[in-house]
């Protein structure tokens, strides 16, 4: 598959998408609390989407190499889980943990993905610095994204700055890119050398997502199909943005926007 440069109308399709998205995960955020199963988060989730008269980019999505279909709107990984998590309604969040939510989202056809990780009620401090240093790390990534960069300034950018912190950055997920479907081409990874791969050109729509460990950097498929963990069962943390390349600086399609005065 090559690489998709979107069109004009394409761009502005995906930037109110965008908007939705950030605006639907961080309402769905707000219901991260102790005694809340992660399935009612799906449900919470997939109402609002609903609503919003779009849909969801993973319910009933089978990718390459999955046996069946995604069964949620919501993507939801405590703790240990790094990705792909699925919602359970015997799965109750308790004080102390971690939660990491990542949803894409189906705006007239086009596609966006967002993922952020929450704590539950008070978490240690050392959850918190693993969350604070992925979504730092997600922040710095961005920042190397700019037209005429290439792929690996992007992961280089975030290895240079984990590698300090001591965290297992995940190799075998990485960014991608999105818009016209959930997954495109390039494979972005959160580690590697500045200066290869594809060239970073105007139109490009991609999801930069570091997956940061406390320990161990391998990760172990879960027997669904879909669930990540840790190969050594410590916590994760996951963030993720979709960004539009221009001529400079990247633009977040997926930022939060202030509500309108």
Known sequence: MAIIIKTK?????????GKRLAFILHKTAEQVKPGV???????YAHK??????????FLNYKPEGADRPYPASLCVSVNEEVVHGIPKKDEILKEGDIVSLDLG???????????????????PKSAQKLIDVTKKSLEVGISAAVGGARI????????????PHHYGIVEVLAGHGV????????????????????K???????????MLNSGTKNVVL????????TADRKKSAHFEHTILITEGEPEVLTKLEPPAR
């Open 48 to 57: 609002l989407i609903t609503e919003m008269g779009d849909k969801s980019a």
């Open 152 to 163: 690996g300034d992007i992961g280089h950018a975030i290895e240079s700055y984990v590698r």
């Open 200 to 210: 970073l050109v105007p139109g490009m729509v991609i999801a930069i997502e570091p």
């Open 37 to 43: 199963s992660t399935l009612e988060l799906d449900k």
């Open 105 to 123: 989202l189906c705006h007239k056809g086009l596609f966006t993905d967002m993922a952020i990780t929450v704590g539950v009620g008070e978490i």
């Open 9 to 17: 109308e394409e761009i502005g399709t995906l930037r109110e998408g």
């Open 179 to 198: 818009g016209k479907a959930p997954h495109e081409d390039p494979f972005i990874p959160n580690f590697g050398r500045a200066g290869v791969g594809a």
């Open 222 to 229: 879960e027997r669904d199909g879909y669930t990540f963990h």
